[in-house]
């Protein structure tokens, strides 16, 4: 029965992270688009960031675990490549920390949250992966924030 259950979840975290990493694709294909006639360029960050970072996936008889493994890690390089070019010196890295959406929003007075801490800085959790500091790099390879 175990195995069973085992079987199930598995499948379930695998056609989750499928469609995660589908959703992530489409998102990335429209802010290609969208940035394709600026000077970042998506390949280039993206071949870069995976050269830095190709870690080999865990031998294991399991091939359904390496396939989730593969596919979280095609999302994270994803993400991380989007957040490069949407925002390649920081800044709203920077804003964000300081609980800022956006230069014109103003402060608000810190009263009893009823949010969960991610939905006021959808930021905050791209910060790690798996306990690994989530770095980015600009296009010119330096690294736009010092890791805290």
Not at 27 to 47: C, S, Y
Not at 85 to 100: H, I, K, N, Y
Not at 118 to 127: D, I, K, R
Not at 136 to 146: D, N, Y
Request: hydrophobic share 35%.
């Amino acid at each position: 029965l175990g195995a069973v259950l085992d079987s199930l979840l598995l499948n379930s975290v695998s056609q989750l992270s499928t469609k995660i990493r589908h959703s992530v694709d489409k998102t990335a294909g429209k802010i290609r688009i969208l940035f394709k006639d600026k000077d970042r360029n998506w390949d280039e960050i993206e071949n870069k960031l995976r050269a830095e970072s190709d870690i080999p996936l865990l031998k294991t008889s399991n091939k359904e675990i390496s396939s989730i493994l593969l596919e979280l890690k095609r999302v994270e390089k994803q993400l991380q490549v989007i957040n490069v070019m949407v925002d390649p010196d920081g800044t709203l890295d920077a804003l964000a920390s300081l609980g800022l959406t956006s230069p014109t929003t103003p402060i608000k007075p810190h009263t009893a949250k009823t949010s969960s801490p991610s939905a006021t800085n959808p930021g905050a959790g791209l910060t790690g992966v798996g306990g690994l500091p989530f770095n980015r790099i600009r296009p010119s390879g330096e690294e736009a924030i010092a890791q805290k």
